[in-house]
């Protein structure tokens, strides 16, 4: 096995290498949900743990990864079947919130709270209320704005992400992006607009980037991070108002 199938094989692309030894996922006609149609087994010993990899998958097998799915939904699927070394370390995969009436505008944060790791929902507790908040109050909800994380797996203890960890998620993040096609992309917290925006949040917050010629990004504080300073709230609500007034044009 050439080292890269061996990546897929690690990353959970099991169907990618050999479609009778590991079944394929096909999805039910009437009510949607995944079913795998496997072959009788042949032995009884795991090749490869299912979850720990052996080795470190390489960014560029992500990056191929990320790349084939042609729809939101098989990209989640891919999400939650994807091998990241941080998988042994969670209890849930903290997959995007894909909003059912979307209007250009997406979120995204920095890791799952411990919140998060226990509901496998994104921005939930007090920051997903006081996110609700914000978005009410620009006359928004959930069911509008796309929501993802940097990373899908909270860190052991909440440590900062390596690097290799980020590059990992991040194929998945940039999918993401293009599936919605956001025109605007609202990034909370210090790690994304690092990774996202490319700006040092405490210098540049609420300055516009440009991800893309027809995406802009603009840096705010997370949510947490207002709740333990309230005073920074104002800043914020200059940004998201600003926001509210560029989505009318788009």
């Not at 590991?22 to 072959?39: N, V």
């Not at 899908?152 to 194929?171: D, N, V, Y």
């Not at 990034?187 to 949040?201: C, H, K, P, V, Y």
Request: proline fraction near 8%; avoid cysteine.
């Amino acid at each position: 096995m050439n080292n890269f199938l061996q990546d897929l094989y690690l990353a959970g692309v099991k169907w990618e290498l050999d479609e009778t030894a590991f079944g394929i996922a096909r999805q039910d006609a009437e009510s949607g949900a995944l079913a795998t149609t496997k072959a009788p087994r042949v032995a009884t010993t795991a090749i490869v743990p299912p979850i720990s990899p052996i080795v470190q998958i390489a960014p560029e097998t992500a990056r191929a990864m990320a790349a084939r799915p042609a729809t939101i939904e098989a990209l989640l699927r891919m999400i939650m079947e994807f091998n990241h070394p941080l998988r042994a370390g969670v209890t849930n995969v903290v997959l995007p919130h894909i909003a059912s009436n979307p209007n250009k505008l997406m979120i995204i944060t920095d890791i799952p709270s411990s919140e998060d790791d226990a509901s496998g929902n994104i921005l939930s507790g007090p920051a997903g209320e006081l996110l609700d908040k914000m978005l009410t109050a620009i006359g928004m909800s959930r069911e509008n704005v796309h929501i993802t994380p940097l990373l899908f797996w909270r860190t052991p203890g909440g440590r900062s992400p390596t690097e290799a960890e980020i590059a990992l998620s991040r194929p998945f993040v940039d999918r993401i992006i293009e599936l919605t096609e956001p025109r605007i992309i609202l990034t909370f917290g210090t790690l994304s607009a690092a990774n996202i925006a490319n700006l040092d949040l405490m210098h540049h917050h609420g300055e516009m980037a440009t991800l893309v010629p027809d995406i802009k990004v603009f840096p705010v504080y997370h949510p947490n991070y207002l709740i333990l300073k309230p005073g920074a709230k104002q800043a914020v609500w200059t940004v998201l108002q600003n926001i509210q007034n560029m989505l009318k044009s788009v």
